[in-house]
């Protein structure tokens, strides 16, 4: 088995959920850009790549959508139906439990939108995204930077060279646009700066911390973990915080 695979079920016990203020601001952002370039939502098919908790998929169904949630996580779509079923939204919404790789397409969709996932991390997996709108396109990406100085401080104190180490993320915002340029698709695209700050107690942090390097496939150092969560305790609490930058790229089929 992948290691991706535990590494998105343990995040979904901390991924934020659709109602999470910082990742509602992204998301309202993102939604809003799209319906100022005349994209509307209502009545919609939606295929939403890798949706994990249903920060998107939820409020693209209470915009009246009908969405495809497709994501490699049982946990992550446990909380997806959770949180669509509190929302009475559950016959708006369905889930999809596999790989992007092996999902089933058997219906092209009104959108199709992939936002912070890994699982549109190569040409292949951008081809099949391409293939499944019949309408209009929605990426969302990693921009320029994207700052979080706990985990580079436990990359940096475990390996020589941060380079060294695997990364398992997703296609860069400025990737997919060469992509779409090398094909002749026609985009618009938008950058915008973003920040969010998770509070851990300390056994959530080390969790957190040893699931980072894991994924990075580094072995974590008790000791080592140990002794940067300690220095960046603040009373009985870990403050992570992130900033980034993310692209909103929007394309049409002819
Ligand atoms: C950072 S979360 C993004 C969730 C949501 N799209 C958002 O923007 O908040 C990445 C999601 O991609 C999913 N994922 C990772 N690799 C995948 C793959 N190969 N196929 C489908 N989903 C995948 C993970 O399980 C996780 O839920």
């Known amino acids: 088995m992948q290691p991706q695979f535990n590494f998105w079920d343990n995040m979904a016990k901390r991924y934020p959920r659709f109602n999470d203020a910082s990742m509602s601001k992204d998301v309202n952002h993102i939604l809003s850009w799209c319906q100022e370039r005349n994209v509307s939502f209502e009545g919609t098919t939606i295929l939403d ?35 669509a079923k509190e929302q009475g939204l559950s016959a708006k919404v369905s889930t999809h439990q596999s790989d992007w790789d092996s999902f089933p397409l058997s219906q092209q969709y009104d959108i199709v939108i992939a936002s912070m996932t890994p699982a549109i991390s190569d040409l292949q997996k951008i081809e099949k995204m391409l293939g499944a709108t019949k309408g209009i396109g929605i990426y969302v990406g990693w921009g320029k930077y994207r700052i979080n100085k706990l985990v580079e401080a436990l990359v940096k104190a475990h390996t020589k060279e941060e380079e060294d180490c695997a990364s398992g993320g997703c296609i860069k915002a400025a990737q997919f646009i060469d992509i779409l340029d090398e094909r002749n698709i026609t985009y618009e695209s ?26 990075k496939e580094i072995t974590p150092n008790e000791e080592i973990v140990e002794s940067i969560l300690i220095s960046n305790l603040e009373g009985d609490k870990v ?16």
């Open 49 to 83: 790549i890798g949706a994990g908790t249903g920060t998107i998929a939820i409020p693209l169904a209470q915009k009246g959508a009908h969405v495809t949630a497709m994501d490699i996580s049982e946990g992550m779509l446990a909380a997806l139906n959770e949180d």
């Open 239 to 254: 403050q992570i915080t992130t900033e980034a930058e993310k692209g909103i790229i929007l394309w049409r089929v002819a």
């Open 190 to 215: 938008s950058f915008f700066a973003t920040s969010w700050c998770d509070t851990y107690s300390f056994e959530e942090a080390r969790e957190y911390a040893y699931d980072q390097l894991k994924r």
